[in-house]
């Protein structure tokens, strides 16, 4: 296990709704990630926080945010959802600056349904 | 162009074959470059990183080709274990924890 845990692991939602997943870093983590990887797709890098401030953000619209606590957890929130919203959303937590290894610690995801 | 691409697969081999991936990447300024694996349903996981000089690890080699912006994974004995998503990852130079993932090469190692 990597430490990082998400909820909630699968949730269903109507069009133009909003959600809130919540990612639990592993301790002495300090940043997190957020990926959205939709089916057959690899993950995509939505935005990272590091000490409570968003440093870094991929392509994605502002309806996609965010918020780091000063305990290292984090929330990812998306408002007016989507159906192409539909996808596995990863956390994944690193001592700060990525180490040349490369290895981020995912948690198992949250599964989101947009109908 | 995807930044990142590799053969999405499925790749169906017998157990005991050797299998091999490429990737390509189309960003000159990454630095880094790793394979990730990811089981069904599951997260993705570090299999390990890739340097220029090529590397090893038990049955898995990568290697990676600065000039060509290429990025190879080979899997000699394949195990019915080694059923997975292998996912091409890049990191670009400059710090930061963005790590750029192909869409994944499907592997299936069947008896």
């Known amino acids: 296990e990597t430490g990082v845990t998400q909820s909630p692991t699968h949730l269903i939602k109507t069009r133009g709704q909003q959600v809130t997943l919540r990612c639990s870093s592993q301790?002495?983590?300090?940043?997190v990630s957020w990926y959205q990887q939709a089916l057959g797709q690899g993950p995509q890098f939505i935005f990272q926080?590091?000490?409570?401030?968003?440093?870094g953000r991929g392509n994605f619209p502002p309806r996609f945010s965010g918020l780091q606590f000063p305990n290292y957890s984090s929330e990812l929130n998306v408002n007016a959802l989507e159906l192409d919203d539909s996808a596995l959303y990863l956390c994944?937590?690193?001592?700060?600056?990525?180490?040349?290894?490369?290895?981020?610690?995912f948690g198992e995801g949250s599964r989101l349904t947009v109908l | 162009r995807k930044e990142v691409e590799q053969d999405p697969g499925p790749f169906n081999v017998p157990e005991g074959a050797t299998v091999a991936f490429n990737c390509t990447y189309s960003?000159?300024?990454?630095?880094?470059f790793f394979w990730y694996r990811q089981d069904c349903r599951k997260e993705p996981k570090l299999l390990m990183s890739?340097?220029?000089s090529g590397n090893e690890d038990g049955r898995f080699t990568a290697q990676l080709n600065r000039a060509s912006q290429y990025i190879s994974l080979l899997i000699r004995d394949s195990k019915l274990s080694d059923s997975a998503t292998y996912l091409c990852?890049?990191?670009?130079?400059?710090?930061?924890?963005?790590?750029?993932f192909g869409t994944g090469t499907q592997l299936k190692v069947e008896l």
């Open positions: 994944a937590s690193s001592p700060g600056t990525l180490p040349n290894t490369g290895e981020l610690f």
């Open positions: 301790s002495g983590h300090n940043t």
């Open positions: 926080y590091y000490r409570e401030e968003e440093n």
């Open positions: 960003n000159s300024a990454s630095q880094s």
């Open positions: 890739v340097y220029s």
């Open positions: 990852v890049v990191r670009r130079g400059g710090g930061g924890n963005k790590l750029t």
